[in-house]
């Protein structure tokens, strides 16, 4: 099966790393659909905790939402999450 939505728990990831995993997740998505009978690709929203440069470059600038984390409970105030939106 493959993947409809990835959550990167990216807080602590350095700016290299989130770029790396960025660029496996569009180099996976695009032989996912090359396979895929209806030529579409299965993945449809990225969720991470920091920006991405490579992802914004391929889906477009994310939308961002306020979500209560673990960490951010007791200030109420909660994490920034960005979303990309893979399916338009």
Known sequence: REATHIYISSLCFT????????????????????N????????ECIATLQVSNTLEEK?????????????TK????GCPVYFYDVKK
């Open 36 to 43: 895929n009978t209806s030529n579409q690709p299965s993945l």
């Open 59 to 71: 889906f477009g600038r994310p939308r961002m939402e306020w979500i209560e984390m673990s960490w």
């Open 15 to 34: 700016r290299e790393m989130m770029e790396r995993l960025a660029n496996k997740i569009i180099q996976n998505t695009k032989k996912k659909s090359s």
């Open 74 to 77: 007791a200030r109420g105030q």
